[in-house]
Nanobody, 120 residues
């Protein structure tokens, strides 16, 4: 069982920046992937960014060029740097760890979420 705790959310004005952190209860170095998702009111949860063990990253089109995902394996932490925030970025942001277990089974773990609100 992996526990994830997000922090760093808050209220920011349009054009501002925030950095989210996700601390895992165990090593993330061998996780299949670490991802950030978000869910705005009345909308489905969507993938924002992901990072593989090798450091390869991918981003949703809506955040490409503004958000950066990174990891610090020594601290068991994944970050999401968010720049030039827009009101449409307002959502609860969730961290997810994908663990590959024996037999190739993939298991998801989710954090409790961190609210990000961007005022216009």
């Amino acid at each position: 069982q992996v526990h994830l705790v997000e922090s760093g959310g808050g209220l920011v004005q349009t054009g501002g920046s925030l950095r989210l952190a996700c601390v895992a209860s165990q090593s993330i170095s061998n996780m299949h992937a670490m991802t950030w998702h978000r869910q705005a009111p009345g909308k489905p949860r969507e993938l924002v960014a992901g990072i593989s063990p090798s450091g390869r990253t991918n981003y949703a089109d809506s955040v490409e060029g503004r958000f950066t995902i990174s990891r610090d394996n020594n601290k068991n932490t994944v970050y999401l740097q968010m720049n030039n925030l827009q009101p449409d970025d307002t959502a609860v942001y969730y961290c997810r760890a994908i663990e590959r277990q024996t037999g190739g089974i993939l298991v998801d773990y989710w954090g409790q979420g961190s609210q990000v609100t961007v005022s216009s």
